[in-house]
């Protein structure tokens, strides 16, 4: 028994021993292990950075600028509507955007389903011309927009600024509704007729709530692309103010904290809104 337990010894003793891995080799592993993790931090960072920004100055106590920081206090939230014209021009982009919101999202669902359900002359031109407004800068567009109103002498103002909003939203709403609708199979509609459902009852019961999911997201696209416009509704507002217009009038000497409140604010509904679905779309998958 001692003769194996020697040569065992032997052979241990004749392997060289394991090299210890340098500090740069040490590195070099940690890093290939946690790339990914540091793009994805340093890429929240740069996005969130300016979020973070709006929230801080939210809270500064400013006098006639917004510029510096001057102290911390609670008055901006308690009074969002402390500066001039600060809530007129949200309610006026809330108004705008829901307006927009209810026409696009209508038009846009029935010219996705146009496209995907039936072939008629003219579907590929209408394809086409569905993606010049998302394709065309939007200084382009908002001149244009300007020109064509100037010409047929309609007056700037609340009007002008919706049509032109639903002009380039529209494109959103089908594309979104469109990919929602390329993914269904018609055999379901089959199959519900086939079980003596009617048209408009297999609309209504089978592929209304399967495209549902898909509306709602565009319907949101467009609500976020209207509160959000500002070229095109610089262009064509005339003395009507959304709350971007505002904003840049106010950059030039500097910008009210009420507004970095009032964009906090839909910061976190928004954020609240999203992580409502995440958590009503996981409980329906585990159910």
């Given amino acids: ?27 070099r592993r940690w890093l290939g292990a946690n790339i990914l993790r540091i793009y994805m931090a340093l890429a929240f960072i740069y996005l969130l950075l300016p979020v973070a920004y ?14 510096t920081w ?40 029935l010219v996705a389903f146009a496209l995907v359900r039936y072939r008629f002359r ?33 007056p700037l103002g609340f009007w002008t600024v919706v049509i032109a909003h639903i002009m380039f939203c529209i494109s959103f709403v089908v594309v979104t509704v469109k990919a929602r609708l390329a993914s ?5 509609e089959q199959a519900a007729m086939d079980l003596y459902a009617s048209e408009r009852e297999a609309f209504r019961r089978i592929t209304l709530p399967l495209v549902a ?8 696209l467009a609500f976020s692309l209207s509160f959000d416009d ?36 839909m910061f976190i509904i928004a954020l609240a809104i999203v992580i409502f679905s995440q958590v009503i779309g996981r409980r329906r998958r585990d159910a």
């Fill in 1 to 27: 028994m001692s003769e194996p337990q020697s040569q065992g010894t032997s052979v241990a003793q004749a392997l060289p021993p394991a090299a210890t891995p340098s500090a740069w080799q040490r590195v």
């Fill in 54 to 67: 709006t929230f801080a100055f939210s809270f500064n106590d400013a006098g006639r600028t917004n510029i």
């Fill in 70 to 109: 001057q102290g911390f206090t609670l008055d901006n939230w308690l009074n969002p509507c402390g500066a001039p014209q600060v809530c007129s021009s949200v309610v006026n982009s809330l108004v705008v955007g829901f307006v927009v919101t209810l026409v696009a999202t209508i038009l846009g669902t």
């Fill in 122 to 154: 003219g579907r590929s031109t209408t394809n086409l011309v569905i993606f010049l407004p998302m394709a065309t800068p939007e200084v382009v567009l908002g001149s244009s927009l300007l020109a064509l109103f100037l010409n047929i002498f309609v």
């Fill in 184 to 188: 269904l199979d018609p055999r379901l």
């Fill in 213 to 220: 999911p898909g509306i709602a997201a565009a319907a949101l």
């Fill in 230 to 265: 500002f070229i095109i509704t610089n262009f064509n507002s005339g003395q009507f103010t959304t709350f971007p217009k505002f904003v840049y009038v106010s950059a030039t000497r500097g910008i009210p904290p009420q507004a970095n409140v009032i964009a906090s604010a």
